[in-house]
């Protein structure tokens, strides 16, 4: 008779069989899934979000959006419905960190203060940015490095570029993709510890 009360009384704490084994399901795939994807995902979140200092938090609402969504259904490509899930988010964070309250805006009218000028934090992380950018061109081949400043930088067309390196349009093209990808691998590609899926 006791064996029964407490056979009963755990049953009565538990949730029911099929809330439980979609719990099981999720923590089994979210340890075996997710957590090997944190390396990439953190690089990508300090890659696309400007303060560090929420850079844990996102993850951690990218790993409940994840989570949550798998109680429901298991994603069956992981790494693509992590990645989403995390781009959401920072457009969701980004919609949400322009809107602007009309009390607030008219007592910044009352202040009389410059909305207009950035601040220390925008300046300095600006310059970060291009101390970047200048060490990703200088990694560039001169070649590839003189068709990306002329075309993306100054603006010039191809054939304006073709006229002043002295070679074919075609060839700037070539140079100009090159260019674009290689700082593309030099500014945002996977650190070297961290291995790509095929």
Known sequence: MVESFEIGRMNADEPPSDAASAVSRAKEWF???VLPLEASLMQYLEHNWRNASDIADLRQEVYIRVYTAALKATPEHTRQFVFTTARNLLIDRVRHEQVIPIEAAADMEALDIAVEAPGPDRIVGARDELRRLQAALDRLTPRCREAVVLGRIQGLSKSEIAARMGIAEISV????????YALADILYG?????????
Not at 173 to 180: A, F, K, R
Not at 190 to 198: A, C, G, H, Y
């Open 31 to 33: 340890g075996r899934e």
């Open 190 to 198: 996977e650190p070297p510890n961290v291995r790509r899926k095929p």
């Open 173 to 180: 093209g070539q140079y100009l993709t090159e260019g674009i």
